[in-house]
């Protein structure tokens, strides 16, 4: 177990190294100069003055090669110091971190409302008893996982918002300003939920162990919550590692869409202005809570299935 959790931690900190390497070099070969943008904005757009631009570059590290660049940046990445923002002088960490509470609340909303909205329509999916209505409802995740989300931000916004004025159609102020963006992100996820699991829980209710219950007078509802649902969860289980880290990653969109003040907005104005500190913080950031969702959901599968051993490479079952 102890040498499993160390493995893991260390392919962590590989993926977060490998991260950070990828985006600072892609950074690096884009077309733009940091140090242009900055002073061009501190002079209003005007004439940019060669000799104060190049003070700039060193004071900046630009002058220096691509190679030394990246090795300071990645000792004072390891530090916490990922440098200065370009946008407001600032920390670009201590900058970035303004927006983690706000964005963490959405993605927790939409997570838990995808999750209960997959599992609902899988689990009604399965215990009904018609054929033809069962492939409706199997095939109605199909539509969630196509439709792009930042249409079915507007779509909501048109008519819950602006002709409807049911819920706030921007900003941060209150829980109501929560639904429509967390909506949006859950479809997705509800659907993807829906889709693993309705497939697993078929598989599951024809297995000889839920006839073996069933003729021995469970009802069907019970064979299914009680029986058939406890196995079939741990692939959803595996899917939700993986939505983790697409919620941050969608809270970009939908963040801009709704003009929330969360990393998302922050990420897209980052990039907007060439700001490489902060984008290189709101990348290691979504990596991080990639790895440490996936540590904690194969730490999690025993307590689903006790036949599951995660001290091999890949968790299994024994007795299988």
């Known amino acids: 177990m102890i040498s499993y959790f160390l493995r893991r931690i260390l392919h962590a900190l590989i993926v977060l190294w490998a991260t950070f390497t990828a985006t600072f ?27 104060e631009l190049a003070k700039l570059r060193a004071e900046m590290g630009l002058d220096q090669p691509v190679l030394v660049q990246y090795l300071r940046a990645l000792w004072r990445a390891l530090h916490g110091d990922f440098g200065v923002s370009g946008q407001t002088g600032g920390d670009a960490l201590a900058m970035f971190a303004t927006g983690v509470p706000e964005t963490l609340k959405l993605a927790a909303c939409a ?31 199909v539509i969630g996982v196509s439709v792009p989300p930042f249409w079915v931000g507007l779509v909501l916004l048109q008519f819950l918002s602006f002709q409807w004025n049911l819920l706030p159609a921007i900003g941060n102020a209150g829980l109501a300003s929560l639904v429509l963006p967390a909506i949006v992100l859950a479809i997705p996820k509800a659907a993807v939920v829906a889709q693993i699991l309705s497939r697993s829980l078929e598989t599951s209710m024809k297995s000889p ?7 021995r007078g469970a009802s069907r509802a019970r064979a299914l919550l009680g029986h058939a649902f406890r ?3 741990i692939p959803v289980i595996t899917a939700l590692g993986m939505a983790a880290g697409q919620l941050i990653a969608g809270s970009v969109v939908v963040e801009t869409v709704f003009s929330r003040s969360g990393i998302g907005l922050i990420t897209v104005k980052a990039v907007t202005y060439q700001d490489t500190p902060v984008v290189l913080v709101a990348v290691v950031f979504a990596a991080s809570v990639f790895v440490t969702v996936n540590l904690v959901v194969d730490l999690f599968y025993p307590l689903i299935d006790r036949r599951i051993d995660i001290g091999m490479r890949r968790p299994t079952i024994q007795g299988a």
């Open 25 to 51: 070099f892609l950074l690096y070969v884009l077309p733009g100069d940091r140090a242009l943008s900055k002073l061009g904005a501190d002079s209003g757009g005007g004439a940019v003055n060669l000799e």
């Open 111 to 141: 997570l838990a409302l995808g999750l209960a909205l997959g599992i609902g329509w899988a689990l009604l999916a399965t215990y009904t008893r018609s054929s033809t209505i069962r492939q409706i409802l199997a095939g109605m995740p």
């Open 209 to 215: 162990y839920i006839e073996t219950a069933i003729s």
């Open 231 to 233: 196995n079939s969860i």
